[in-house]
């Protein structure tokens, strides 16, 4: 069964330095997304990513934060100059397309910034 | 502003027995829900969903239920058992590119 992936499955960073979370989604969707989820909050959506351009991002998703799909199957949130509030649990999506809303995520990137 | 709600962080359910989460939401637009399960150090798995076309979704164990008029969806799961025990997330697809609007969980515990 096709399924995300996502590596590194955790990443320490100095405070200021910048780090690229990667993932595959599932070879036919058209539509990824980047979540996350600080230690005991919501999860919180950061960008969606369709026909190779971002289609939505939130008020979290900053000048610090930028995503890739650079050949075709690999997607990318790359982040900057890490702070500490970067924290978190970071979970890429992907998703067939209308009229299926499913999204299947990965396992997920921990990102502890020191 | 919470327009996904779970107000129940957590329940306990002995093996055997009947597990009902609950989901409120606040947007009658919303047409389209889904349920996640979720591990510790482990991503949401797709569970099962519902749309607002119709009050009531089962796969196997699950079933969904969904009352419109009330902005209420409920989870049952039955029979529970062990392996259930996870965190439990009600989500909505919102907007054109569909991001996903997640309530807090509920963390339910099934005991032997």
């Known amino acids: 069964e096709p399924e995300v992936t996502q590596t590194p499955s955790h990443q320490v960073t100095q405070m200021g330095q910048e780090v690229i979370l990667r993932c595959v989604p599932i070879?036919?969707?058209?539509?990824f997304y980047w979540y996350r989820q600080i230690l005991g909050q919501k999860v919180e959506f950061l960008v969606s990513f369709y026909n190779n351009e971002i289609s939505e991002k939130s008020e979290i998703f900053d000048d610090q934060f930028s995503v890739e799909r650079p050949d075709g199957s690999n997607f990318t949130l790359k982040i900057r100059s890490t702070k500490l509030e970067d924290s978190a649990m970071y979970f890429c999506?992907?998703?067939?397309?209308?009229?299926?809303?499913?999204?299947?995520f990965g396992p997920g990137t921990r990102l502890t910034v020191t | 502003d919470q327009q996904v709600k779970q107000n129940s962080p957590s329940l306990s359910v002995q093996e055997g027995r009947i597990s009902i989460l609950n989901c409120d939401y606040t947007n009658s637009m919303f047409d389209y829900f889904l349920w996640y399960k979720k591990y510790p150090a482990e991503g949401p798995t797709f569970l099962i969903s519902?749309?607002?076309i119709k009050d009531k979704n089962e796969d196997g164990r699950f079933t969904v239920f969904l009352n419109k008029s009330a902005k209420h969806l409920s989870l049952h799961i039955v029979p529970s058992q062990p392996g259930d025990s996870a965190v439990y997330f009600c989500?909505?697809?919102?907007?054109?590119?569909?991001?996903?609007?997640w309530g807090l969980g509920t963390s339910l515990a099934v005991n032997p």
């Open positions: 070879s036919n969707h058209l539509y």
């Open positions: 999506a992907s998703q067939r397309g209308a009229p299926e809303y499913e999204q299947y």
């Open positions: 989500a909505v697809p919102a907007g054109n590119n569909r991001k996903l609007i």
């Open positions: 519902i749309s607002s």
